[in-house]
T-cell receptor
Framework: DAGITQSPRYKITETGRQVTLMCHQT?????MFWYRQDLGHGLRLIYY???????DKGEVPDGYVVSRSKTENFPLTLESATRSQTSVYFC?????????????FGPGTRLTVL | RKEVEQDPGPFNVPEGATVAFNCTYS??????FFWYRQDCRKEPKLLMS???SGNEDGRFTAQLNRASQYISLLIRDSKLSDSATYLC??????????FGTGTRLKVLA
């Protein structure tokens, strides 16, 4: 099915472990984004990508790494997970940049770091 | 002052009521405006974009007031299924979208 998918949907890990969250979209959208959502905060941008091999930091990038070797995939890696990274992570895509285009979100990954 | 501010609610309204939410934004250079709906523990879904001339989609009407820097969402004839959190989103620049923390709506039978 076309759309944007994330995996895993739920993940429990331990402090210090490396974790990779996957995001895949089938629309060939240029822009992809990673957000985290925590109580009391709006969605906060971690990283974004304007195209394959072009990525840049958002508002809260510390402790995260991204890559984008193919247009359709945008994995997010937590290099050494910390409890403060317990959150719901949403991947999103949009057709183009410029801030005018609607974003479409994946179903989210609920991550718990013990 | 937060970049995008919303009343967290909850707004508890009976079925059939009309309810309105406002969202204020701080950057006068903001370029685009959206309302998203988010159901509990699920992803945000686009409800509507907000244009300078305002726009309407069925029971939903969105307005933009650039002079006062706010956008509004009006829901007429509320349904139980409208119960959700409504997120205000403001677009700035190439990649930046600022999200409000959302307004919770509960439509009561």
């Amino acid at each position: 099915d076309a759309g944007i998918t994330q995996s895993p949907r739920y993940k429990i890990t331990e402090t210090g472990r490396q974790v990779t969250l996957m995001c895949h979209q089938t629309w060939s959208h240029s822009y992809m984004f990673w957000y985290r959502q925590d109580l009391g905060h709006g969605l906060r941008l971690i990283y974004y990508s304007a195209a394959a091999d072009i990525t840049d930091k958002g508002e809260v990038p510390d402790g995260y790494v991204v890559s984008r070797s193919k247009t359709e995939n945008f994995p997010l890696t937590l290099e050494s997970a910390t409890r403060s990274q317990t959150s719901v992570y949403f991947c999103a895509s949009s057709k183009a940049g410029g801030g005018y285009n609607e974003q479409f979100f994946g179903p989210g990954t609920r991550l718990t770091v013990l | 002052r937060k970049e995008v501010e919303q009343d967290p609610g909850p707004f508890n309204v009976p079925e059939g009521a009309t309810v309105a939410f406002n969202c204020t934004y701080s950057n006068s250079a903001s370029q685009s405006f959206f309302w998203y709906r988010q159901d509990c523990r699920k992803e945000p879904k686009l409800l509507m974009s907000v244009y300078s001339s305002g726009n309407e989609d069925g029971r939903f009407t969105a307005q933009l007031n650039r002079a006062s820097q706010y956008i509004s969402l009006l829901i007429r004839d509320s349904k139980l299924s409208d119960s959700a959190t409504y997120l205000c989103v403001v677009g700035e620049g190439t990649y930046k979208y600022i999200f409000g923390t959302g307004t919770r709506l509960k439509v009561l039978a």
